[in-house]
Nanobody
Framework: VQLQASGGGLAQAGESLRLSCAASGGGFSGYGMAWFRQAPGKEREFVAAKRPTGATHYANSVKGRFTISRDNAKGTVYLQMNSLTPDDTAVYYC??????????????????WGQGTLVTVSS
């Protein structure tokens, strides 16, 4: 599976951005899809995930502001980001895997990674 992330850019605080991640290679509908991010000088952290069952998981820091969705027909996962703050500035990575519920936030649960797309939020 190859993943291609897009949609990053510059936004002001309070604005919105939508990230997309297109998968190729087949089997998309059977994978759990997730977004992680890595801010400068910080470790990579979990943002959101959507499992094949439709169950969604969010980091507390983005709950209520970000929405993950997927279109299995298009092999694409999205991350709608609203009410952005400067703390959301990071490189965002999409990932595919088959995590169990207890490990959905663990990056070791994901086998395939996109190249990352930079989101910069100014105050």
């Amino acid at each position: 599976v190859q993943l291609q992330a897009s949609g990053g850019g510059l936004a002001q605080a309070g604005e919105s951005l939508r990230l997309s991640c297109a998968a190729s290679g087949g089997g998309f509908s059977g994978y759990g899809m997730a977004w992680f991010r890595q801010a400068p000088g910080k470790e990579r952290e979990f943002v959101a995930a959507k499992r094949p069952t439709g169950a969604t998981h969010y980091a507390n820091s983005v709950k209520g502001r970000f929405t993950i969705s997927r279109d299995n027909a298009k092999g694409t996962v999205y991350l709608q980001m609203n009410s952005l703050t400067p703390d959301d500035t990071a490189v965002y990575y999409c990932a595919a895997g088959r995590p169990i519920t207890s490990s959905v936030m663990d990056d070791k649960s994901y086998y395939y990674w996109g190249q990352g797309t930079l989101v910069t939020v100014s105050s």
